[in-house]
């Protein structure tokens, strides 16, 4: 039996990997993007995801907790920071791991070719699902050449992430409901070093970090191996002074106003990428129906998009 997945992201790879140890189907994975243990992503294209006990627990149960552990840091708790108060630390009773997205998906996939002993698994990279006929199981794909092939399937996946085409089509079929929403807060990467040595500063390595405003703009910053901080720094889509900032100094003023300690693990040229770099939206995604009569399904943010502020959408993908 031919089983087709759309998206080798953590949700597909890994859906692969629980198939494979199957045994019976044939395996086809393509994915709209290059292969990413190919080419070089920058840290700027990638983020930091938190994977808690049930994230983890699906890595266990094909024996890929430990490879991917190795790429990451388990936190133990976090670190809570104020203006008026001195930081307070709440301890986790189990770790929880930080690990890069785009890392964790390149071991799923290495593994995956390692497992597949009988070659029952074939990843297309470059290949964007544009079409898909429930009715007569075939998919249509665009390739990087802007060549378009068709092929059949027996049962699909949907795990084309938060703009699903696989999802798109279920529009079109009966009674199916479907919303997409938007928090009132967006975020923006911040990258930041974790030591200062000339002002003494050695933000514990593994422990998260967190500021917080009385408007209710907050930072979080995950220590990455290389000794850096990726953050998140979430704020109010409207009347917010982050998005109008338009130059270097003006975010160093914001940061040295209300996030003093971060200011100064800020680089010169750190300043000047955040005024460029676009804030993302929040999306949640829910529909009444993960399936398509008994052939297709939509699984991971294709199907329940959350807010990274909960850290549990790669966790329950
Ligand atoms: C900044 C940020 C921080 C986050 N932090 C956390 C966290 O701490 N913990 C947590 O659990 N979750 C977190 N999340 C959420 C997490 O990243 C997602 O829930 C998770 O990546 C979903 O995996 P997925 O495989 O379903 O979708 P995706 O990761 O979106 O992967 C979808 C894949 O499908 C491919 N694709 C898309 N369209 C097509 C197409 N038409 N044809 C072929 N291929 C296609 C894409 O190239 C991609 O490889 C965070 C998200 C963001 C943005």
């Not at 009715?135 to 992430?161: C, N, P, Q, S, W």
Request: hydrophobic share 35%; charged share 25%.
């Amino acid at each position: 039996m031919k089983v087709t997945i759309i998206g080798a992201g953590p949700a597909g790879s890994l859906l692969a990997h629980y198939l494979l140890r199957r045994g019976q189907y044939q395996i086809d994975i393509y994915d709209s993007r290059p292969d990413p243990r190919k080419i070089s992503f920058s840290k700027y294209r990638t983020f930091p995801l938190l994977l808690s006990e049930r994230g983890l627990n699906a890595l266990r149960n094909i024996g890929l907790e430990e490879a991917v552990k190795s790429h990451g840091i388990e936190n133990t708790g976090m670190i809570n920071y104020s203006k008026n108060s001195k930081p307070q630390e709440l301890v986790r009773r189990k770790p929880i791991l930080t690990i890069d997205r785009n890392t964790l998906v390149n071991t799923l996939l290495e593994k995956l070719e390692e497992k597949d002993k009988n070659r029952q698994v074939n990843i297309y990279f470059n290949s964007r699902c544009i079409g898909v006929d429930f009715r007569h199981k075939r998919l249509k794909f665009k390739k990087e050449t802007e060549e378009e092939i068709t092929v059949g399937y027996d049962l699909l996946f949907g795990a084309d992430g938060v703009r699903s085409v696989v999802r798109t089509h279920f529009l079109n079929t009966e009674r199916f409901e479907f919303e997409q929403s938007y928090l009132h807060e967006v975020y923006k990467t911040v990258y930041l070093s974790r030591i200062n040595d000339k002002l003494r500063i050695n933000l514990e390595p593994n422990k998260l970090h967190s500021w917080k405003l009385e408007d209710g703009t907050r930072l979080l910053a995950m220590p990455q191996p290389d000794n850096t901080l990726s953050c998140g720094l979430v704020f109010k889509h409207k009347k917010n002074q982050v998005m109008g900032m338009s130059s270097k100094s003006e975010v160093r003023e914001f940061f040295e106003h209300n996030f003093p300690e971060v200011a100064k693990l800020m680089s010169e040229s750190e300043a000047e990428a955040f005024v460029k770099r676009p804030a993302w939206n929040f999306v949640t995604i829910r529909c009444n129906r993960y399936h398509q009569g008994d052939s297709v399904l939509i699984i991971g943010d294709a199907a329940h998009a959350v807010p990274p502020t909960i850290a549990q959408g790669c966790n329950s993908a």
